[in-house]
């Protein structure tokens, strides 16, 4: 995948309570987020003023910005403005609401299974991986990974909770009863067309074959999924018409770290820079 180009660099004391960091980290998950999410990222958290608060393998948790920086191969800042324009520095709205929801989410020790492999298969599910895009024997111990967890998930030996870009968009939704500062999340179901070359691709050039076994798969992940979620299974076309559509009101836990980078209510500022 080709990257944002010409995105101003910014020191670390640039960085602003109510900002949400978008990032990319190593590994083969992030890879696999990034190339069925269809955008630049992997990871999602939100900056309090004084430190991250993000959503990872060990719950809601707390990290030091400049170790998320560290850890990250990339940190991109953006910004909160409301569709009329208006900023956490205009009168009548105050970033304390978000900042509070968001500590209110590590305060109370919310906990995770396995935050990106999750959000993986959440996405495999909502987004339909494109087969043609990655070597189908990837693909299937992809889905039998995320299908394990799910099931675990569901016999209750693990504890489902929010993911990283979930985490931020109901900071924001939550705030206050008016939902005022709610982010809108524009369409991101299009067919994904994208080369990420870290991933094992088709490239014999001929048209991908049906796989029923491979469908099979999906289509368990999926019904897994909605059992876990039941309160999703009976809204789940209005809510991917929501997606499609953009409406500030789409269910939290299908929430992207693409939905974040699309959405008109954050504006990039720029990348942070590492520390030599």
């Keep these: 995948m080709e990257e944002k180009l010409n995105i101003p660099e910014i020191d670390m004391n640039e960085v602003k ?19 069925v999410d269809g955008g630049h990222y992997s990871h999602a958290a939100f900056f309090n003023g004084g430190t991250i608060i993000e959503a ?55 906990k995770y299974a396995d935050n990106q492999l999750y959000l993986v298969g959440v996405l495999i599910i909502i987004r339909k991986l494109p087969h043609d895009r990655v070597e189908k024997a990837v693909l299937r111990a992809i889905i039998a990974m995320v299908f394990k967890l799910f099931k675990r998930i569901f016999e209750g030996k693990e504890t489902k909770s929010v993911v990283c870009s979930e985490l931020v968009y109901r900071s924001f939704y939550e705030a206050i009863p008016e939902k005022k500062y709610g982010l809108t999340i524009k369409g991101t179901l299009a067919p994904l067309k994208i080369r990420l070359d870290s991933l ?15 469908n099979e798969m999906i289509e368990q992940a999926e019904q897994m999924y909605w059992k876990i979620n039941p309160h999703l299974a009976s809204s789940k076309h209005e809510i991917n018409s929501f997606l499609k559509a953009g409406n500030p009101l789409v269910a939290a836990e299908m929430v992207s770290p693409h939905d974040l980078e699309t959405s008109p209510n954050l504006d990039l500022i720029g990348r942070i820079k590492k520390i030599r």
């Design 200 to 214: 094992v691709e088709n490239e014999s050039g001929n048209e991908p074959s049906d796989d029923t076994e491979l």
């Design 17 to 35: 309570a109510g900002d949400v960091l978008l990032s990319y980290g190593d590994g083969w998950i992030s890879d696999a987020i990034r190339l």
């Design 56 to 110: 990872g393998s060990r719950g809601v948790v707390q990290t030091p910005l400049e170790k998320e920086v560290s850890a990250q191969k990339y940190v991109d800042v953006y910004r909160f403005k409301s569709d009329s324009g208006m900023d956490f520095s205009s009168q009548g709205w105050p970033v304390d609401p978000v900042v509070q929801r968001a500590n209110y989410y590590f305060e109370k020790g919310t």
